[in-house]
């Protein structure tokens, strides 16, 4: 055997905690340039990629297992907004110098304790080290039968609008994260106060719901950025407009509390970032059929209002009247 | 149509300068949250992930569009010593504050230029704000005939060694573009100047001879951390050994003026990075034809030793003694 003085630091660190994650033959346990993937049969490749800066898309302080769930759970997210079932993943990881090996068996361990979970192994990557702020991107893979990946742009006029889950508590919980005397304000119980930051901490993709995706809506996309923005992205891409009834937008009683205590915060709630749920538009024939098979999923399925004509417009109705939007999109960029 | 004021800056920007990039039909224009690949027929797919990051990677000052192909052909080269057919590629892209469009253009010019170039166009991406050092993250895709995916490990007892190109320019070109007083040490001419530094910035990835990679070699890998410790990583993969005569390993003139200069930079050329080149095992009957096949792509191969019995060591000979070397494989890391 070769002796560790032959063996870089980067290699030993890879083989020691990201090895056992490479649970994929393809992946040659991590001891190729490259790994590969047999396609499924009458299959297509779905792929995505989404990452995170330490300082912009978590606090440098969370738990490491936390931020590797989080970004994988990102891309997992669209791929459940696009009907397909996760095949595995390739990751791109740079650390800046002071992040010691414990820090490193923790994200790893997290990582896969999720991978396993979802079913979504790690297939390959890239270590490196950076200056300054720690790194995590990630390329996602999925299959769909041939053809059949739900896109943006295929909303139709009469659809109803759909939406997975609750809106609006990763971005109140972001706000409390960074002033907790809002805790008080929004007349929250801790256990309030826990659902809100730990869904801005962890997402719960809805890859449970990929399938009744795929069989019953015309268009999807996952919320990442914001109900508002993000359907109205769904809007131009389709051509069309949406009709939401804002009462009707799915919230948690956390989040309906903190709305009693300041209701300005509709605002945050519907374009806020990180809800990670899916948005969906689909034949209104089949919202029954579609909500049951979430019920089977433990998952919240809600109609939120209709597509129409126009040409890209989301509008929020609430008492009859359009909610005007400061930054409808949230956006880290 | 929408606005602008509807659409966030990044989509602007996504839309302007990395849209046009995104030709091929399952990229959706960048309109979508994810791409698709239709898998070519009875092939696997081949997955490959790298990055750069500024100062790390790249020098800040080096021209954007250099600094795209840079990323793109660190990729395009695993593929080809994987014996890979480009398909396409994803990108992440994190820009810290003070880079301006025109930045953002020069580098979506270059990148499409060689996507074009290597027939591998953009599907799809992520773009971030970062607080201070601009990274690039590819993730690339190749096919190979299912199962045909040449592997590291896989090298024979009695398989030649062959070098695809020169080995070391970029080594010494970063070691120029540090210090512009060795120009003068090393005694080089201009045009031997701008080879090596020309080398360092741009690598020449061997796509053209990945058919014959496929056809050829037993095992094979892309040299970028430096031959020696690159080619000691396949014989450890491997379980064999491999025995190098350095005087066989091929040199451009630039590399043996500034080795006659100062012969300690053996130690350079043999394991510092960025070479990109691709080394192979094949059977010594088959190199014939091998260098015939890169004869033809305007390629030089080389023989430059032998795999033999062992476990994991890769012996460069010099006059008869075994080299050691301080730093055996070079590492960002």
């Known amino acids: 055997m070769p002796s560790d003085d032959d063996i870089s630091a980067e290699e030993r660190l890879i083989a020691r ?78 650390l800046p110098p002071g992040i010691g090996e414990s820090w490193i068996a923790a994200f790893a361990a997290g990582l896969g304790e999720d991978a396993a979970h979802y079913g979504c192994p790690l297939l390959g990557g890239d270590t490196d080290h950076t200056p300054v702020s720690l790194s995590v991107s990630i390329t996602a893979f ?97 051509g069309v407009a949406a009709e939401i009834d804002v009462a009707r937008v799915p919230l948690s009683a956390a989040a309906r509390a903190a709305l009693a205590a300041d209701p300005a915060l509709i605002e945050t709630i519907l374009t806020g970032g990180d809800d990670y749920e899916i948005v969906l538009a689909l034949a209104p024939e089949r919202f029954a059929a579609f909500r049951a098979e979430a019920d089977k999923a433990g998952v919240a399925a809600t109609e939120i209002g209709r597509i129409a004509k126009g040409q890209g417009a989301a509008r929020f109705i609430q008492d009859g009247k359009p909610l005007a939007f400061a930054r409808p999109s949230y956006s880290h960029f």
Chains 1, 2 share one sequence.
């Open 17 to 94: 905690y990201f090895g056992p994650l490479a649970t994929a033959p393809g992946a040659f346990g991590l001891h190729d340039d490259a790994a590969v993937v047999t396609p499924p049969p009458d299959c297509d490749l779905v792929l995505t990629t989404d990452g995170v800066i330490a300082g912009v898309h978590f606090f440098p302080d969370d738990p490491p297992g936390d931020v590797a769930r989080k970004v994988l759970r990102m891309n997992l997210s669209d791929l459940a907004a696009k009907g397909a079932r996760p095949i595995g993943f390739l990751m791109s990881i740079a």
């Open 142 to 238: 999925g299959a769909v039968p041939h053809g059949a990946m739900i896109r943006r742009s295929t909303a139709k006029v009469g659809d109803s609008v759909v939406v997975t889950g609750s809106i609006g508590d990763a971005a109140l919980g972001v706000l409390l994260r960074k002033d907790a005397s809002l805790v008080k304000n929004w007349r929250l119980s801790n256990g309030e106060r826990d659902h809100l930051l730990g869904r801005y901490l962890l997402p719960r993709p809805r890859n449970a719901l990929a399938a009744a995706v795929l069989h019953h809506a015309s268009a999807a996309m996952d919320v990442s950025d914001g109900l508002a923005g993000d359907l109205a992205k769904l809007c131009r891409a389709s």
